[in-house]
């Protein structure tokens, strides 16, 4: 999963980065380009968690202002891997 890819999608040009894992996680960074403009950013990162992994992001407007509550995050569990997929 470590790298960095550009495709056009939701109407514009996405990009997305992730680093390699360190400290048991692995952040990413996302944002939504169209007509020139930012539309948001993601924050997120997979991380081990009660035995198991879990990926978590925040959203952020092109402003920076947060999209979910200051303590809140999107939360999605992880479910199966099958070869090279990850299913969460």
Known sequence: MTGHWKCKAFGGST?????????????????LIVEN?????????????ENSLVFELKHFGPDLKGWEAKDQVQTFKFIIAEENRMYL
């Open 15 to 31: 990009e997305e980065i992730w680093s390699p894992p360190a400290a048991a996680s692995m952040l990413s960074v996302f944002r």
């Open 37 to 49: 403009e930012i539309v948001f950013y993601e924050i997120g990162h997979i991380r081990e968690l």
